[in-house]
C-alpha cells in the first residue's frame, strides 16, 4: 500500500493498494478512535458489489456498522437524498464521535461528505471511492456537494476525509463505460499538469492504470495543497467542467460527469484555440485521445443553448466567469472574463 498525504488544514492520507476493503475497518479505526458507530452510505449498486465486505472489516475492527443505500444516479444527488441520510443518521444514535464512511463513486463520495459535514455541524468521514473517477478525483480534496434544479453542485461544504482508501481490486467490476468517464478526468490531469501523465493514458491506460491512479492523485494533492478553498490555482482542476456542467443539466443527467467533462474539454479547447490561448493542434489531439477511450468530443445543442445553462455555474463570480484554457498538452491557466464576452466568442465562432 503506498500513502500519499495531503497537507490541509486538517492533513489526512490516501492510501492507495490491492485489498485495502478487506483492512477497511482497521484503517478507519486508526483515524476515528473515538468512534463507536460507522454509518455507512453508498448506492444499490456498490452495496450489493463491496458492503458485505467492508461491513465484516468494521466488525472485525470493533466497530458497529449500519448502511444506508440509494438508488444510483445523478438525479439522486439531491436533498430529499441528504435528507433521508440525516434522517437514517439520527435513528441510528450517530453521534458526534461516530463516523460516515462514503463508499462507491462520486456521488455517495459527494452526498455522502455532505452529509457528514453538516450532521452534529461535522462528524469525520472516511471516503472509499470504488470507480476510477472517484479514486482520482473526487474522493481527494474535500469538496462535497449535491444538485438543485437550478445547477449541480450549487450547495455543499469543504469537508476534508480523515482518510481515503483506495482499493484498486474494486476497479475490477467497472462496467467500461463507466471505467471511461474516470478516463476523461484523467486525461483532464494530463492536459493541466503533465505531458508525461498524459501520454501515459492515450499509449495504454489499463497497462499504466496504478501509475496514472497515483500520478493523478499527486497532482490533485500538490494543488489542493496550495489552494485548499478553490480560490485561485484549484480552478484549474475545472477545466472542462463549465460547459461539461451545462452539457449534464442540458442532457438531464443521461450524459455522465466523465463524457460530459470530455465534450465540455473538446468545446473549450477549441475555442480557446480561436481566442489565440492554445497552441494550434492541441485540440485536435485531444479529440483523438477522446475518441481513442471511447469518449464523447461533441454534444448535438446549439451554443446558445449551453449558454444558458452555462450563466449559473459555480464558475460565475458576479458578471464574469472564469475558463481554464491549456495552452498546450500539461500547462493550463485560468482566465476570468465579462460572461456576455465568452457568450460573443462562442456565438461569433459557432
Ligand atoms: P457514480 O457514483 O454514479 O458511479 C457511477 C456508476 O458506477 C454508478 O452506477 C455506481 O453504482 C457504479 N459503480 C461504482 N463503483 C462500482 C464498481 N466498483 N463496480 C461496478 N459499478 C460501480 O459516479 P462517478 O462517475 O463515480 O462520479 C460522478 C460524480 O462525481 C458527479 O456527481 C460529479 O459531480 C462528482 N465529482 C465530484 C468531484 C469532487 O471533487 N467532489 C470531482 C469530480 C466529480
Ligand atoms: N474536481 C475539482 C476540484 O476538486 O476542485
Same mark, same amino acid.
Given at each position: 500500500?503506498?500513502?500519499?498525504?495531503?497537507?490541509?488544514?486538517?492533513?489526512?492520507?490516501?492510501?492507495?493498494?490491492?485489498?485495502?476493503?478487506?483492512?477497511?475497518?482497521?484503517? #478507519?479505526?486508526?483515524?476515528?478512535?473515538?468512534?463507536? #458507530?460507522? *454509518?455507512?452510505?453508498?448506492?444499490?449498486?456498490?452495496?450489493?458489489?463491496?458492503?458485505?465486505?467492508?461491513?465484516? &472489516?468494521? +466488525? %472485525?475492527?470493533?466497530?458497529?456498522?449500519?448502511?444506508?443505500? /440509494?438508488?444510483?444516479?445523478?438525479?439522486?444527488?439531491?436533498?430529499?437524498?441528504?435528507? =433521508?441520510?440525516?434522517? /437514517? $443518521?439520527?435513528?441510528?444514535?450517530?453521534?458526534?464521535?461516530?463516523?460516515?464512511?462514503?463508499?462507491?463513486?462520486?456521488?455517495?463520495?459527494?452526498?455522502?461528505?455532505?452529509?457528514? *459535514?453538516?450532521?452534529?455541524?461535522?462528524? @469525520?468521514?472516511?471516503?472509499?471511492?470504488?470507480?476510477?473517477?472517484?479514486?482520482?478525483?473526487?474522493?481527494?480534496?474535500?469538496?462535497?456537494?449535491?444538485?438543485?434544479?437550478?445547477?449541480? %453542485?450549487?450547495?455543499?461544504? /469543504?469537508?476534508?476525509?480523515?482518510?481515503? $482508501?483506495?482499493?484498486?481490486?474494486?476497479? &475490477?467490476?467497472?462496467?467500461?463505460?463507466? /471505467?471511461? @468517464?474516470?478516463? *476523461? +478526468?484523467?486525461?483532464?490531469?494530463?492536459? #493541466?499538469?503533465?505531458? =508525461?501523465?498524459?501520454?501515459?493514458?492515450? +499509449?495504454?491506460?489499463?497497462?499504466? $492504470?496504478?501509475?496514472?491512479?497515483?500520478?493523478?492523485?499527486?497532482?490533485?494533492?500538490? #494543488?489542493?495543497?496550495?489552494?485548499?478553498?478553490?480560490?485561485?490555482?484549484?480552478?484549474?482542476?475545472?477545466?472542462?467542467?463549465?460547459?461539461?456542467?451545462?452539457?449534464?443539466?442540458?442532457?438531464?443527467?443521461?450524459?455522465?460527469?466523465?463524457?460530459?467533462?470530455?465534450?465540455?474539454?473538446?468545446?473549450?479547447? *477549441?475555442?480557446?484555440?480561436?481566442?489565440?490561448?492554445?497552441?494550434?493542434?492541441?485540440?485536435?489531439?485531444?479529440?483523438?485521445?477522446?475518441?481513442?477511450?471511447?469518449?464523447?468530443?461533441?454534444?448535438?445543442?446549439?451554443?446558445? !443553448?449551453? $449558454?444558458?445553462?452555462?450563466?449559473?455555474?459555480?464558475?460565475?463570480?458576479?458578471?464574469?466567469?472564469?475558463?481554464?484554457?491549456? =495552452?498546450?498538452?500539461?500547462?493550463?491557466?485560468?482566465?476570468?472574463?465579462?460572461?456576455?464576452?465568452?457568450? !460573443?466568442?462562442?456565438?461569433?465562432?459557432?
Amino acid at each position: 500500500m503506498e500513502k500519499l498525504l495531503v497537507k490541509t488544514g486538517c492533513p489526512y492520507e490516501v492510501c492507495v493498494g490491492h485489498g485495502l476493503l478487506r483492512q477497511s475497518g482497521e484503517l #478507519i479505526r486508526q483515524v476515528c478512535p473515538k468512534a463507536r #458507530i460507522a *454509518a455507512v452510505v453508498t448506492d444499490t449498486t456498490v452495496q450489493g458489489l463491496y458492503a458485505p465486505a467492508l461491513m465484516a &472489516s468494521l +466488525e %472485525n475492527a470493533g466497530l458497529s456498522p449500519v448502511l444506508f443505500a /440509494f438508488t444510483p444516479g445523478e438525479e439522486h444527488k439531491t436533498l430529499r437524498t441528504l435528507g =433521508e441520510i440525516y434522517e /437514517f $443518521l439520527a435513528q441510528n444514535g450517530v453521534t458526534r464521535t461516530d463516523c460516515l464512511v462514503a463508499l462507491g463513486g462520486g456521488i455517495p463520495g459527494d452526498v455522502g461528505g455532505f452529509a457528514a *459535514a453538516s450532521y452534529l455541524r461535522g462528524i @469525520d468521514v472516511v471516503q472509499i471511492p470504488t470507480t476510477f473517477l472517484a479514486q482520482i478525483d473526487s474522493s481527494v480534496g474535500g469538496k462535497t456537494a449535491i444538485n438543485i434544479p437550478q445547477g449541480k %453542485n450549487l450547495v455543499g461544504a /469543504f469537508w476534508q476525509p480523515r482518510r481515503v $482508501l483506495c482499493d484498486i481490486d474494486t476497479l &475490477s467490476t467497472l462496467p467500461e463505460d463507466i /471505467f471511461a @468517464d474516470g478516463a *476523461a +478526468e484523467a486525461l483532464k490531469y494530463g492536459m #493541466i499538469a503533465s505531458r =508525461e501523465l498524459y501520454k501515459k493514458i492515450t +499509449e495504454d491506460i489499463k497497462g499504466n $492504470l496504478e501509475t496514472i491512479i497515483r500520478s493523478c492523485i499527486a497532482i490533485k494533492r500538490d #494543488i489542493v495543497q496550495r489552494d485548499e478553498r478553490d480560490t485561485g490555482e484549484r480552478m484549474l482542476l475545472n477545466f472542462g467542467h463549465t460547459l461539461g456542467h451545462a452539457v449534464e443539466k442540458h442532457s438531464r443527467h443521461q450524459i455522465s460527469h466523465g463524457r460530459a467533462v470530455a465534450i465540455g474539454m473538446n468545446l473549450m479547447t *477549441a475555442l480557446t484555440t480561436r481566442m489565440g490561448l492554445t497552441q494550434p493542434g492541441v485540440s485536435e489531439e485531444l479529440k483523438q485521445a477522446c475518441q481513442g477511450l471511447g469518449l464523447p468530443t461533441d454534444y448535438p445543442c446549439t451554443l446558445q !443553448e449551453l $449558454l444558458q445553462y452555462a450563466s449559473s455555474d459555480k464558475k460565475r463570480a458576479g458578471d464574469s466567469i472564469r475558463i481554464v484554457a491549456a =495552452e498546450k498538452i500539461g500547462t493550463a491557466s485560468v482566465w476570468t472574463l465579462p460572461f456576455e464576452k465568452l457568450c !460573443e466568442l462562442m456565438l461569433t465562432f459557432s
